[in-house]
């Protein structure tokens, strides 16, 4: 009779989880339909990309058809191409699909350790103070003197175009920024009074910065990771359309718009389909993202 008990008691408890959750997307929904329909795009490209092997029965990086075949074309060995074929016969789809897997892994990693990071930074540097808070000011200030894509390209030509360095040099540019902004909010908790009582009772600089801090820092990091998504994904494609991204044969939507620039008039589609692709991804990220901050920072609603 127990085991059974627990059993139902479980089956409610994820009933209610799950109804609270409806419920969740729902007012969401309602109070920011363009972040929802955002979200709901982000959401189907991350699986088309996940899926990309499964929804395609033709390789990335072979030609299965007539170079610049047109949509809908017939490969030689059997299948629709249905976005036709680049200039050397791979299948588009394929590879917009498979590009799309590049450019969100990038577009989450790089915010993620970038975020992280500056998270962190920005933390450490308003509690701890002093000679610690003024050299890290100064390192944020020459990160922030720099522009980003200078930066990831000095990055990139000097380490190599792997998909980690390019994670790497995207997520070097956020750091100053995010630091920033996390400071700020960190200097107003440093004040309150739970930390002024944690210090009180010999609480560790460690403990207060890990186990208090951080947490209460959440919410302004999950908006900052949100909004630097759509500029890692264009980051990206720009170092991959100047020849510093993703070292082909790997697919990117950048790279792809760099190599079908010479064929922009025997091939439209070659071009549209990437650049659509790029444009579509940022714009559903920015909804999303700003639909997101409004929700945790009710304060900067409208402001944009």
Do not use: C
């Not at 009779?1 to 969401?28: I, Q, Y």
């Not at 990038?106 to 933390?123: F, R, T, W």
């Not at 540019?173 to 700020?184: F, T």
């Amino acid at each position: 009779m127990r085991s059974k008990d627990v059993s139902m008691s479980l089956k409610s408890s994820a009933g209610n989880h799950l109804s609270k959750s409806r419920k969740t997307m729902w007012e969401f929904s309602k109070r920011n339909p363009a972040g929802a329909v955002g979200g709901v795009i982000l959401l189907a490209l991350i699986i088309l990309a996940i899926f990309a092997s499964l929804l395609t029965p033709f390789a990335y990086d072979k030609s299965v058809g007539s170079r610049l075949a047109p949509a809908g074309s017939e490969a030689r060995a059997g299948g629709t191409m249905l976005f036709g074929a680049d200039h050397i016969g791979r299948d588009l789809f394929t590879r917009t699909l498979h590009g799309g897997r590049t450019s969100i892994y990038v577009g989450l990693a790089a915010p993620l350790l970038g975020v992280g990071i500056g998270l962190l930074l920005g933390i450490a540097s308003a509690y701890l103070g002093g000679v610690f808070d003024l050299i890290t000011q100064r390192v944020v200030d020459a990160l922030l003197i720099v522009p980003g894509l200078v930066l990831a390209m000095v990055i990139t030509l000097s380490f190599g175009f792997t998909l980690q360095i390019v994670i790497v040099a995207i997520s070097i540019n956020m750091i100053g920024g995010v630091s920033r902004v996390i400071r700020s909010h960190a200097l107003a908790l440093r004040e309150t009074q739970y930390v002024e009582a944690l210090r009180a009772i010999g609480a560790s600089d460690t403990r207060i910065i890990l186990k208090h801090l951080v947490p209460n820092s959440f919410a302004p990091a999950i908006v900052l990771f949100a909004v630097s998504i759509g500029g890692a994904i264009t980051t990206e494609a720009s170092l991959s359309f100047l020849g510093l991204g993703v070292a082909p044969p790997r697919p990117s939507w950048g790279g792809m718009l760099s190599t079908a620039q010479e064929f922009f008039r025997s091939g439209v589609h070659i071009v549209l389909v990437p650049g659509i692709a790029i444009g579509v991804m940022v714009l559903a990220v920015n909804l999303f993202g700003d639909a997101l901050r409004d929700v945790l920072d009710p304060r900067l609603r409208g402001r944009s």
